[in-house]
């Protein structure tokens, strides 16, 4: 997360044709919180810091999935990852090809553009790309009994503005405790 300078993406490889986020809920839907909308400086020394204290002092290797159509930005992606040591090697694919990646889940790593999802952000799609329980859809299977103990909570809540403070509570956990998701 420390590596990534989202700005120099929206500058570079997105044409300025985005604006750097800290969360996947954008300003004026109901689940939005600009609290949660707070992203991790941009710090390359601590990013480096980190790996090394991880045990990964000399970096490591990974693979970046992308479909082809965001080659320039997962190729920006790799090289600022490659400044800390994380050596990538993109792999484009077929949008097709991609999508059926997402959901038989081969893909491990990925850039992926939600630009389309106009509800992102309702606990629905919270659940649809965190739960580890859907295995038929495009989510990270993101293995937390905290955070399934939680969507209990939210299932059973008919207050909304206690639900809604669980769901910022599930957020918090994708975002910022245990960062499954690092928005740009």
């Known amino acids: 997360y420390h590596a990534i300078d989202p700005q120099a993406l929206c500058d570079g490889a997105l044409e300025g ?27 390359p020394p601590r ?41 990538v090697a993109v ?19 990925t850039l992926i553009d939600y630009d389309n999802i106009v509800t992102f952000g309702d606990v629905d799609s919270l659940r649809y790309f965190h739960s580890q329980d859907d295995g038929d859809i495009e989510g990270y299977s993101y293995a937390s009994p905290e955070f399934d103990a939680l969507f209990e909570q939210i299932d059973r809540e008919s207050v909304t503005y206690a639900r809604e403070g669980l769901i910022d509570e599930a957020w918090r956990m994708i975002l910022q405790e245990d960062i499954v998701t690092v928005p740009l």
């Open 47 to 87: 990013a480096k810091a980190l790996l090394t204290q991880a045990g990964y002092g000399a970096g490591f290797d990974m693979q970046l999935d992308c479909p082809s159509v965001e080659e320039r930005p997962c190729r920006d992606l790799a090289n600022q990852l490659s400044t800390i040591g994380i050596r």
């Open 17 to 43: 044709l985005c604006t750097p986020a800290g969360s996947l809920v954008v300003p004026g839907l109901p689940s939005y919180s600009s609290e949660l909308d707070q992203r991790l400086p941009y710090d």
């Open 91 to 109: 792999n484009l694919l077929p949008r097709a090809v991609f999508s059926t990646g997402l959901k038989d889940r081969t893909i491990k790593s």
